[in-house]
């Protein structure tokens, strides 16, 4: 089960506005005619890729997640099982520190800025603990040990991992990609408008993209990290 939903990140404006005053400033007071001849823009395009970096990271996509986990154990003859329902949130980021200025290219003939993007990264899940549902047989084995406790641990194991493998599915990938394409090109595209470049356009692509190959970084929270802090938030809010 999934829900998903765009994030629009106040970093994704800061970016746009502070590329297009920067070039409206510069057209404005005579500096960019002054240092550059003329807007030029290749000149533009290097201006926008040191903005972007100096922004770090771009969160493009956010989705919510719920996994439905299952454990069962057997002692002494007896059967315990335990159930749990957890959501979790993923975030779908770009590094843009890792653009490069050999992965912005201009092409003159047709107008087209070229920018090459970096892998989308996962981070998360940020697991919502208070929103978490736990409930199973209770038997015998349950009254004379621990059983539910151990069968609590691995289902929150399984259910972390369940969550990183649905936010890794082909549907959300492509709508991360999108969106962080999407905020990449209009980085970009607005300050060459603002300039005075009205048929420019700018094309972003992923390393994989053409190939049948899908790919991401993981820097997803490792279980033990997540849970920690699951706790450490419902803690907080229950004070």
């Known amino acids: 089960m999934v829900e998903s939903r765009l994030n629009k990140p106040l970093a994704i404006g800061a970016i746009i506005v502070a590329l297009i005053l920067g ?3 510069g057209m404005t007071s005579g500096v960019v005619d002054r240092i550059f001849g003329g807007p030029n823009p290749k000149t533009i395009a290097s201006a926008s890729l040191e903005s972007m970096r100096a922004q770090n990271r771009l969160i493009a996509f956010v989705a919510r997640y719920v996994s439905v986990t299952t454990s069962t154990t ?16 993923v975030r779908y980021e770009l590094d843009l520190s890792k653009l490069q200025p050999e992965d912005v290219t201009w092409d003159a003939s047709s107008h087209t800025l070229r920018v090459q ?19 199973g047989e209770s038997g015998v084995l349950s009254s004379l040990t621990n059983a ?25 990938m492509r709508l991360a990609r999108e969106a962080a394409r999407q905020a990449v090109q ?3 595209a607005m300050p060459l408008l603002a300039a005075g470049f009205k048929d420019a356009k700018v094309v972003a692509k992923f390393p994989t993209e053409g190939t ?4 991401y970084l993981d820097v997803s929270t490792p279980y ?3 849970i920690a802090e699951a706790e450490r938030r419902r803690a907080q809010d229950s004070r």
């Open 23 to 25: 070039v409206l400033l």
């Open 74 to 89: 057997s002692r002494f003859g007896f059967d315990a099982k335990r159930t749990l329902i957890l959501p979790g949130d």
């Open 117 to 135: 993007l970096p892998e989308v990264e996962l981070a998360g899940p940020e697991v919502d603990l208070s929103a978490a549902q736990e409930y």
């Open 148 to 172: 539910d406790q151990q069968l609590d641990q691995a289902n929150r194991a399984k259910a972390v991992s369940d969550l990183r493998k649905q936010a890794s599915g082909a549907v959300p």
């Open 186 to 188: 209009r980085s970009f």
């Open 212 to 215: 049948d190959e899908t790919s």
């Open 224 to 226: 033990n990290e997540a």
